[in-house]
C-alpha cells in the first residue's frame, strides 16, 4: 500500500517535497515511480529510478529541477521539486511495481498506486 503526501499551493519558483510511504513491503525492494495528471490531460510520468545501475529518469520538462530519492529507514520515496511552475499543476501518484520495467514511463506497468496529493503552483 502507498500512501502518497505533501502537496500544497505554492507559488511559482517555489519548492515542494512530496513523500510515498509504504506498508507491507520494504519500499527498497520495489520499484516506485512518480505519475502526474492535470485537469482535461492525459496521465504523464515523471520521475522514477533504477537500483541496478543506479540511474534516475525524469520527464523532460522537470529534469534539473525534480529529485527522486529514497530512505530506506522510512521506507518512504520523495521528490523534491524545485523552481515550481503552473504547468506543474496537478494530481500527484506514487505507483510501484517490483522489477524494473523498460517501459518505466507506462502507467500501466505500475499494479500498485498510491491516493494522489495535489500540487498547486499558483500566485
Known amino acids: 500500500q502507498l500512501q502518497a503526501s505533501g502537496g500544497g499551493l505554492v507559488q511559482p519558483g517555489g519548492s515542494l517535497r512530496l513523500s510515498c510511504e509504504a506498508s507491507?513491503?520494504?519500499?527498497?525492494?520495489?520499484?516506485v515511480a512518480w505519475f502526474r495528471q492535470a485537469p482535461g490531460k492525459e496521465r504523464e510520468f515523471v520521475a522514477s529510478?533504477?537500483?541496478?545501475?543506479?540511474?534516475?529518469y525524469y520527464k523532460g520538462s522537470v529534469k534539473g529541477r525534480f529529485t527522486i530519492s529514497r530512505d530506506n529507514a522510512k521506507n518512504a520515496v520523495y521528490l523534491q521539486m524545485n523552481s515550481l511552475k503552473p504547468e506543474d499543476t496537478a494530481l500527484y501518484y506514487c505507483?510501484?511495481?517490483?522489477?524494473?520495467?523498460?517501459?518505466?514511463?507506462?502507467?500501466?506497468?505500475?499494479?500498485?498506486w498510491g491516493q494522489g496529493t495535489q500540487v498547486t503552483v499558483s500566485s
Open positions: 529510478f533504477r537500483e541496478i545501475p543506479s540511474k534516475p
Open positions: 507491507g513491503r520494504p519500499v527498497s525492494s520495489l520499484i
Open positions: 505507483a510501484s511495481r517490483h522489477h524494473w520495467s523498460v517501459l518505466y514511463y507506462s502507467g500501466d506497468q505500475y499494479p500498485y
